[in-house]
Structures are given as C-alpha cells and as structure tokens.
C-alpha cells in the first residue's frame, strides 16, 4: 500500500504551523502594538517649520523664559504660539540681514501671519487648558519634555489619554513650586516640599481629577 | 425576472445605517478655535474692533503697592524685560550682548523722576527700538512691572541714612 502522506507532507504541514503563528503574532502586533509605537504617534519626530526655530537656542543660550513668547500660557486655554510682532521684538535688531529669518521678515511685510506646524495637536474633543496646570505647579517639562535641549522641536511625551490620566490619579510627584514650573532639566531637591504639602498648597483633592468632564465636555 | 424587494427590507436597510452616522472623526470638530486649523487667527482685524491700552491711556488707575504686586512684577521683569534691560537695569542683558542697541540704565536720575504713567507708557507702547508689550503684558501686570523698576531704582540708590532702625539691625 502507498504512503497516505507523500514526503512533502512534512514541510507543509510545518510550513502551514509557522505560518498560522506568524499570522496570529503579527495580527497581534498589528493591532495592538503598532498604533501604541513611538512611530506612529511621532514622538521624537522634528517636524519641518517654515523657519527651523530653535528652542535650544533661545532657552538655553539666551536664557529666554517660555512666557516671552507664549505668553497667554498664565491666563488662557492655549500656551499661544508668538505673532510675528513677537519675533520681531529683537529680529528688527540683530540678525537683520539673516537668510533663515526671510520668512519672518515677510510675514511682518506682508501682514500675514507665519503658518507653523503644529508639533502636539491634541484631539479637538479634549479641553486642556494651559491656565489651570501652570498654576497648579505642573511644569512645562512635565508635559513637553526638555524644550531647552531641542534645537527642533519636536513632541517628547505620547500626550495619549493614558498619559493624562497617570499624572491626574497621582499629581503629587508632578508638582513643582510656582517658580519652578517654567524651568527645564529641574529636579526635586532637599528644599522641595513633599508632593503631599504640594498638593495641599495648590488645593489638589477636592475635586476627583479622573472624572469625564474634567477633560471631555 | 427578479420581483422588486418588500418595503421591509428598503426600511432594515435605512435603519441598519443610521448608527454608521455617528461614525465621524471626532478628533477633528468644526467649532471655534484659533489652532483648529492650519492656518492660524487672521492677522487682519476684525471691523468693530476698538483698540484699548495705548500710550497715554490713563483707563486703569495706579494700584496700591503691595509685596504681591513688587512680587508679580519681579516675575514680570524677568521674563519680559531682563533679556534686553538685565536682572539689574543696567541694560547689559544677554540680547544686548549679542547685539541688540544698549537701552539706558533704568537707574539714572532721569527715569527716577519720570512720572510712573510714562514708565507704564513705555511698557504699553515701546519706546525707540523698543517694541510695545501690551499684547503680552497684562494692564495690571504693567503696573506690577513699574513698581517693580522703581524698586530696582532705589535699591541702588540707598544711602545706609535712608534706613529705619529696624532695617539697619537687620541681618
């Protein structure tokens, strides 16, 4: 009687086994893993302006403080990204003649405003507000990273709701003193208050920090 | 021949996409918001708009001085104008080291005696090279940075005879 199964059978069958695995893991990673990837949500990614601004210039060689230019972050929803008039503070002096700076001369010219390229844009159904958390003493690095090492821009955090929600159960650990939260590469020392007094200072408690409408409206 | 389907079926088939109409992208909503686009706030503006806060504008009255306010202001001056002006008015700030026209020390016998509505003024609108702060300084925060230069003023100006008692026992 001939073989049922012809010495082929082997490689396929195992073929078919690895192949039904690496179906089921790459599905999974598909799936799961690959819209949770640094790459897909462009962390880390520069991102092309009409005028490569750097951060690290100005934060950390110039020792500009965040608020000169946006400077709607202590009273508003948005942070603000600075007008032409803003840029122009200092550019009408120095760096007149500048290549790199044309496109800013321009817009100051032409009265048409510099179109940056936003590097975090969070869903239009969350409501952050800038306001609320500089003056609750969580820093601008907690959220953008080192800004002042950056000569691009780029987003440091996922900025996911997950994000969000780590800091908005425990608040404690990211709290700074007010004149602390607009510094960068700043960590808690001796003289810092325990997150606890921190907490107790700003008025954090009362209210249940991880309910909907604290975020969604 | 096919025969034409039943009502039933039209009506099953209507209703089965009414939930497929919420189904937008709720990330992108068509509302109010300066960022929501790629363009940013129109720089032209708006007709009706009435401009408020020029030089001479004399609408917000001068504070009580209080620590709060030489506090506020302290954070203000650092911000806005310590990177021409310097933490100490001498006008050596790390803008003017790099090139940027010297303003004048901030403690000269002239701006001491400027009334403080033209030190406001200045903060408001500008003054030579100088751009205006109004977009970026709040009217009371303005005040906040005024006595605040004052104080920096006399702070340089202290004879050890202008001290109370009390001041000179202390450390």
Redesign the interface.
């Known amino acids: 009687m001939a073989a049922v199964f012809s010495p082929r059978a082997n490689v396929i069958v195992t073929v078919t086994i690895i192949g039904a695995v690496g179906v089921i893991v790459g599905g999974c990673l598909w799936w799961f893993a690959w819209p949770r990837s640094d790459y897909v949500r462009h962390v880390g990614w520069a991102i092309q302006q009409p005028v490569p601004f750097s951060h690290q210039h100005h934060v950390a060689g ?4 965040c ?2 230019c946006h ?1 709607s972050v202590e ?1 508003s929803a ?1 942070a603000s ?1 600075p ?1 032409t ?2 840029c ?3 550019h ?3 760096w007149t003649n500048a290549a790199l700076l044309a496109e800013v001369r321009n817009s100051l010219a032409d ?8 590097v975090t844009d969070l ?3 969350v409501y952050f507000n800038h306001s609320i958390h500089v003056s609750k003493g969580v820093g601008c690095e907690n959220c953008h990273g080192n800004v002042a090492r950056m000569p691009l821009t780029y987003k440091a955090r996922t900025l996911t709701m997950q994000f969000c929600l780590d800091c908005h159960r425990d608040p404690g650990p990211n709290l700074r003193p007010l004149a602390n939260v607009y510094d960068m590469d700043w960590h808690p020392d001796g003289a810092t208050p325990h997150p606890a007094d921190l907490m107790r200072a700003y008025h954090i408690g009362g209210r249940n920090l991880t309910e909907c409408s604290i975020c969604h409206r | 021949m096919m025969r034409p389907a039943p009502a039933i079926v039209w009506i099953g088939t209507v209703l089965l996409l009414v939930p497929a109409a919420g189904c937008d992208d ?4 068509n ?1 109010q ?4 686009s ?7 503006i708006p007709s009706g708009v009435v401009q408020y806060g020029q030089p001479g504008d004399t609408s917000r009255p001068i504070p009580p001085v209080t620590i709060a306010l030489l506090e506020r202001g302290h954070t203000e001056y ?3 104008c310590a ?1 021409c002006h310097a933490e100490t008015g001498n006008g050596r700030g ?2 003017v080291q ?4 010297a303003p004048p020390p901030l403690a000269t016998a002239d701006l001491m005696s400027a009334p403080p509505q033209r030190l406001y003024d200045v903060v408001t609108g500008g003054w030579g ?1 100088m ?1 205006g702060f109004a ?4 009217p009371d925060d303005r005040w906040a940075v005024v006595a605040y230069v004052r104080a920096l003023q006399r702070s340089q100006h202290m004879m050890l005879a202008d001290l109370t008692p009390e001041q000179r026992a202390a450390p």
């Open positions: 110039l020792g500009i403080d608020r000169f400077s009273h948005q990204l007008p008039f803003t122009m503070t200092c009408s002096q120095i009265n048409r405003p510099i179109v940056w390229a936003r869903p239009d159904y | 709720m990330t992108r909503q509302k918001n300066p960022y929501a790629r363009e940013t706030a129109p720089a032209d650092h911000v806005f990177p790390m803008i790099r090139g940027f026209p090279v751009y977009q970026r300084i709040a």
